[in-house]
């Protein structure tokens, strides 16, 4: 399978992957031949992408560091309480603390933390499926820093729920595509404290939990809000959270730009790290986030294209690829060649591309 943006999506190619509707039922079925009017479905839901199934590389599994299944029914849990807060309606954190559970268990259990989380979330459904990527990255984190599962479980609540605050901000400010007034932005820097108070009043959840809504926007030089504080008056667990939710962002399609690919994402997040994050939680991330993700397409120093077939753990960036297009850009059938770039030292890749 590989990764195909909407726009390269062709009549009869095959979908390699489910897609849940964020209510999480199926929406359309792995094996399913695409149609001019799913595309169109898919767009207006806010999709931008789909796995496709060509038939050249089916053999290619993309690992998952948490299933489908509880992805969706963490997605569906934190939906539930962000949508029942701003109504007045009793929620409670029973099925995310639940959800939250079957994910950290799944990242302790995993033998596949090189995860190229190239993620496919909607544009409606961003703020909880990005608590959810958030979530996941976090647990990643924490598992390299070897926290306990207690710890995990509490910290991976406090992640997935770090934008709860959200909800009491108002949602045509969030949704803005233009740059906010500054009186804009002042609200929307309150989810943070809204967020702490909820999770503390409402839900009483742990005081450090509650804390990774309230800080997470810090920064280590003091440039972050809502209070400005510095690296040492940082809770560690906002500090890991931070990076998590950089890195999901910029990889993240929003209204008013297109995501990052990964090798992007990781470089930036490389930058950014340079005073603002905590150099050491990049580099726990970092030690698992694959640039060039299986499945992805890359353009390599020869002018070929190529789809990145299985990853080197010994150097992320040269994995194994098969070549699709030749340096003039005209498709090979099955036959193209398997490059190595861990034995090819003289070809390198250029740029991640979307086909
Ligand atoms: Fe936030």
């Given at each position: 399978?590989?990764?195909?943006?909407?726009?390269?999506?062709?009549?009869?190619?095959?979908?390699?992957?489910?897609?849940?509707?964020?209510?999480?039922?199926?929406?359309?079925?792995?094996?399913?031949?695409?149609?001019?009017?799913?595309?169109?479905?898919?767009?207006?839901?806010?999709?931008?992408?789909?796995?496709?199934?060509?038939?050249m590389f089916?053999?290619?599994?993309?690992?998952?560091?948490?299933?489908?299944?509880?992805?969706?029914?963490?997605?569906?849990?934190?939906?539930?309480?962000?949508?029942?807060?701003?109504?007045?309606?009793?929620?409670?954190?029973?099925?995310?603390?639940?959800?939250?559970?079957?994910?950290?268990?799944?990242?302790?259990?995993?033998?596949?933390?090189?995860?190229?989380?190239?993620?496919?979330?909607?544009?409606?459904?961003?703020?909880?499926?990005?608590?959810?990527?958030?979530?996941?990255?976090?647990?990643?984190?924490?598992?390299?820093?070897?926290?306990?599962?207690?710890?995990?479980?509490?910290?991976?609540?406090?992640?997935?729920?770090?934008?709860?605050?959200?909800?009491?901000?108002?949602?045509?400010?969030?949704?803005?595509?233009?740059?906010?007034?500054?009186?804009?932005?002042?609200?929307?820097?309150?989810?943070?404290?809204?967020?702490?108070?909820?999770?503390?009043?409402?839900?009483?959840?742990?005081?450090?939990?509650?804390?990774?809504?309230?800080?997470?926007?810090?920064?280590?030089?003091?440039?972050?809000?809502?209070?400005?504080?510095?690296?040492?008056?940082?809770?560690?667990?906002?500090?890991?959270?931070?990076?998590?939710?950089?890195?999901?962002?910029?990889?993240?399609?929003?209204?008013?730009?297109?995501?990052?690919?990964?090798?992007?994402?990781?470089?930036?997040?490389?930058?950014?790290?340079?005073?603002?994050?905590?150099?050491?939680?990049?580099?726990?991330?970092?030690?698992?986030?694959?640039?060039?993700?299986?499945?992805?397409?890359?353009?390599?120093?020869?002018?070929?294209?190529?789809?990145?077939?299985?990853?080197?753990?010994?150097?992320?960036?040269?994995?194994?690829?098969k070549v699709i297009k030749d340096?003039?850009?005209r498709s090979l059938s099955t036959q193209g060649p398997v490059?190595?770039?861990?034995?090819?030292?003289?070809?390198?890749?250029?740029?991640?591309?979307?086909?």
């Amino acid at each position: 399978m590989r990764i195909c943006t909407l726009d390269h999506v062709r009549p009869r190619m095959r979908l390699a992957r489910t897609i849940y509707s964020p209510d999480g039922k199926i929406l359309l079925s792995a094996g399913v031949a695409m149609h001019p009017s799913y595309v169109g479905k898919l767009r207006e839901i806010g999709h931008t992408s789909v796995y496709i199934a060509d038939g050249m590389f089916d053999d290619i599994q993309v690992p998952q560091v948490v299933k489908d299944s509880t992805r969706v029914e963490t997605i569906t849990a934190v939906r539930e309480v962000m949508t029942k807060l701003p109504v007045g309606g009793k929620a409670t954190l029973t099925r995310a603390v639940k959800a939250v559970e079957s994910m950290v268990d799944e990242i302790l259990s995993s033998r596949e933390m090189l995860v190229g989380l190239v993620d496919l979330k909607t544009l409606d459904d961003y703020t909880y499926a990005h608590s959810v990527n958030v979530g996941i990255l976090t647990l990643m984190i924490a598992r390299g820093l070897g926290y306990s599962r207690g710890e995990m479980v509490d910290l991976g609540v406090g992640a997935i729920l770090h934008d709860v605050g959200k909800c009491q901000v108002d949602q045509a400010i969030l949704q803005k595509p233009e740059q906010l007034t500054p009186s804009e932005f002042e609200q929307v820097k309150r989810h943070t404290q809204y967020g702490f108070d909820t999770l503390r009043e409402e839900f009483k959840v742990n005081l450090l939990s509650a804390h990774v809504a309230y800080q997470h926007h810090e920064r280590l030089d003091g440039s972050g809000y809502p209070r400005g504080l510095k690296s040492g008056d940082i809770i560690d667990w906002a500090k890991i959270v931070a990076v998590a939710d950089v890195y999901d962002a910029i990889t993240s399609d929003r209204v008013y730009r297109r995501r990052l690919p990964p090798s992007e994402g990781i470089r930036l997040l490389q930058v950014e790290a340079a005073g603002r994050l905590d150099a050491r939680m990049v580099r726990k991330l970092t030690d698992y986030l694959v640039p060039y993700p299986i499945a992805s397409v890359v353009r390599l120093s020869t002018g070929e294209t190529a789809l990145v077939i299985s990853v080197n753990p010994k150097d992320f960036y040269r994995p194994q690829v098969k070549v699709i297009k030749d340096e003039r850009g005209r498709s090979l059938s099955t036959q193209g060649p398997v490059v190595d770039l861990a034995q090819e030292l003289d070809v390198s890749i250029v740029k991640a591309v979307d086909l």
